[in-house]
């Protein structure tokens, strides 16, 4: 799986992506799929090219292959983001709704150092738990759990020997079109 997500990287270059007010986040970015998340000065949004103008690649058959696994009737996924935390990245609570079918649930796989998960209800400061994510880890945000607030409130550098450098790469499966 590593070496698809180094050919994914090479087909489309990790981002810096800036909030519509122009605020870097933490997070470097990029995606596979017919679309791809995209965060810059015109807001947030699935768009059907990399910044750079070309199309995303495909999502490799490893990483689908976990999709397949872990979910049960599901659609297929139409994207798949890349995060690469450094050393310093971490991001904010969220809910993840910006998905036309929100029946269809979220998969994450978690490459690399680990990282301290933050996961709430769905109501935004409610209770909270905490748990690491290690390097294998799947996260599946489905049925009641799809809309619930989450984050990663840091990384732990230097915990895998996986990646060539320190950081996190984590890969996020959705159902983004309807
Ligand atoms: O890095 C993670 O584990 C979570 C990523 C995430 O929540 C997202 O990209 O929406
Ligand atoms: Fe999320």
Redesign the pocket.
């Known amino acids: 799986m590593v070496e698809d997500v180094r050919q994914l990287l090479r087909a489309a270059p990790l981002v810096a992506p800036v909030t519509p007010r122009g605020q870097p986040l933490s997070v470097r970015m990029t995606s596979a799929g017919q679309v791809g998340w995209v965060t810059d000065r015109r807001g947030y949004r699935y768009a059907d090219r990399h910044p750079s103008g070309t199309a995303w690649p495909a999502i490799p058959a490893s990483i689908r292959a976990v999709w397949d696994a872990v979910t049960v009737q599901a659609r297929a996924p139409d994207s798949c983001?890349v995060?690469w935390y450094g050393p310093e990245a971490r991001?904010g609570m969220?809910q993840?709704r910006d998905e036309a079918d929100l029946t269809q649930p979220v998969v994450?796989i978690?490459l690399g150092d680990d990282?301290l998960?933050r996961i709430g209800n769905t109501e935004r400061g409610g209770k909270t738990e905490s748990l690491w994510?290690r390097s294998g880890d799947v996260?599946v945000m489905g049925g009641d759990a799809r809309l619930r607030y989450?984050g990663?409130d840091r990384i732990a550098p230097g915990t895998s020997t996986l990646l060539q450098a320190p950081g996190r790469i984590?890969l996020?499966m959705r159902v983004a079109m309807a």
């Open positions: 983001l995060n991001m969220h993840d994450s978690s990282a998960f994510l996260v989450h990663v984590n996020t």
